[in-house]
């Protein structure tokens, strides 16, 4: 029995031994069989990626996988009013930069406003299309955005992948987007050093004589053009393909042996000529800028309207002790209060009785428009040129208001911040040319408006008192243009003299005031 039972026990624990072996047999099969995962990175151009599955050491399958990421152009939309291309003011992103949805993109100048662009996608900027200052179309590309894709499913592939090369099309399309960028926008072959170092100067690129390959400009030729060397570019493509100024120009040659002449000599004979003749100076072409181009447009149809000009004086010694008492009580609100303010509230008390001049013509010249609300545009020169900005609703508000309105406009036209809204709608229009000078001018109508005055600088001059002595006056001179269309003379005359009573009499102004 004991004989028995040892041979049990025995043959239990060969059958536990040999279940052991076997059961470690089928870990180390499947161990063999397990599958690891990899990513190899393909192609960084569409940012796709190939998933490695290793099922056995002699073996495996490569499968690829597009649904990363995707690179989409941004192109730019249509701001309305007719608006076909603007220009790019200011990036608020470079290439490589994580941008937001709704984060702002650029600043545009179009030929009525500054317009900002907020992106619309989640994702990385690949490509800048154009450079400050360049010119966009509506509807072709601002830039390119890297964005995720999960639209499309990974697709198994060779197990050898190619090798990542670029799309011929699409470089040689990138490659004419950028010749012809630069063939229609003005740029100039320069590093980002030199043409920072021109700025800083002030130096107009065009202005600079090239002496680098292909046209480039180098850092020598601005300092050159510091040093007063070389200050104009006289280099000419029209023949050759390039050409370098090293040297002054070759001397004429040379004309028979004359007598010379004494420098001071007394004598009716012409000067003597150099015999080095003069540098011609290479003309320059510019793009127009969105404000010069609106410019151009309005002045065109300014052609077509008949001016009426009228001119008077008005004395400012009331309104200036006025203005210096109010004055310290703006500033106290942080107001700066000038005469403008004044200026434009007298014109909404005049036009209360003289209507007609807060009007405009239709297209058919059939018919006019009598405005209710006297929303006066102010001239304004800003870094971008002539601005022509309106405060609305004159006649509501107080003149603290309008001078905080104007002074809000003012910032916002050396900032490069008005907005649409800040530029339309203007019924009648004032020009404070005096701040830079002139006494009687003859402003220029803006279409549709019937009317428009231009503010000469006030000038402290003599005149005749009642009894004959001669007394220092301060004299504003201001210059009316109207369309004669619409217009009288007779109207546009009692309208300057209601205006100039105002000012003169600024007491009874605030009585008029509602």
Request: with cysteine; aromatic share 4%.
């Amino acid at each position: 029995q004991r004989r028995v039972m040892g041979g049990a026990r025995t043959a239990c624990a060969m059958f536990k031994r040999s279940y052991a072996f076997a059961r470690v047999a089928l870990l180390a099969r499947a161990a063999s069989q397990h599958t690891v995962r990899r990513v190899i990175p393909v192609n960084c151009r569409t940012s796709s990626a190939l998933i490695v599955s290793t099922a056995h050491p002699h073996g495996r399958t490569i499968h690829s996988s597009r649904s990363l990421l995707k690179i989409i152009p941004f192109n730019l939309a249509d701001i309305g009013e007719g608006i076909a291309e603007v220009e790019i003011l200011k990036w608020h992103v470079k290439e490589g930069d994580t941008i937001a949805q709704f984060q702002p993109v650029c600043e545009v100048e179009s030929d009525k406003a500054t317009v900002p662009i907020t992106s619309r996608y989640d994702g990385v900027i690949k490509k800048l299309y154009y450079e400050e200052r360049g010119v966009a179309k509506v509807g072709h590309p601002l830039l390119d955005i890297e964005v995720p894709d999960a639209s499309q499913p990974s697709s198994p592939v060779d197990a050898t992948p190619p090798a990542a090369t670029a799309d011929p099309s699409v470089s040689k399309q990138a490659m004419d987007t950028i010749e012809n960028n630069a063939q229609t926008e003005g740029k100039f072959l320069v590093t980002p050093a030199v043409r920072r170092l021109a700025r800083e100067h002030a130096i107009p690129l065009h202005n600079v004589a090239a002496s680098g390959k292909d046209g480039r400009i180098m850092k020598g030729d601005i300092l050159d053009y510091l040093s007063g060397k070389r200050s104009v570019a006289a280099v000419s493509n029209v023949h050759t393909a390039e050409t370098t100024i090293s040297s002054p120009a070759l001397p004429r040659p040379a004309a028979p042996a004359a007598p010379t002449v004494p420098l001071f000599a007394a004598s009716t004979s012409s000067p003597a000529v150099s015999s080095r003749p003069p540098l011609s100076r290479a003309d320059s072409t510019t793009r127009l800028s969105g404000v010069q181009r609106a410019m151009v447009k309005s002045m065109s149809a300014a052609l077509q309207i008949p001016h009426f000009n009228f001119c008077d004086e008005v004395v400012m010694d009331k309104l200036h002790n006025l203005r210096n008492t109010l004055k310290r009580h703006a500033e106290g609100q942080g107001v700066r209060l000038s005469y403008m303010p004044f200026m434009i509230k007298a014109v909404s008390l005049a036009l209360e009785q003289y209507p007609l001049l807060n009007s405009s013509l239709d297209k058919d010249m059939q018919n006019y428009v009598q405005h209710g609300s006297h929303n006066v545009s102010v001239a304004m020169d800003t870094p971008r040129g002539l601005i022509v900005p309106n405060i609305k609703n004159v006649q509501e508000l107080s003149i603290l208001d309008i001078a905080k309105e104007l002074n809000r406009l003012q910032k916002a036209g050396q900032e490069g911040q008005l907005v649409e809204s800040d530029l339309v709608g203007g019924t009648f229009a004032l020009s404070n040319i005096g701040n830079i000078g002139g006494t009687y001018l003859s402003p220029v109508i803006m279409a549709p408006q019937v009317c428009i005055g231009a503010i000469g600088k006030i000038q402290q001059v003599p005149r005749f008192a009642p009894d004959m002595s001669v007394v220092p006056v301060r004299i504003l001179n201001i210059s009316w243009a109207a369309d004669h269309r619409l217009v009288d003379g007779a109207t546009m005359a009692n309208f300057s003299n209601k205006w100039k009573s105002f000012l003169e009499d600024p007491d009874a102004m605030l009585l008029s005031m509602k």
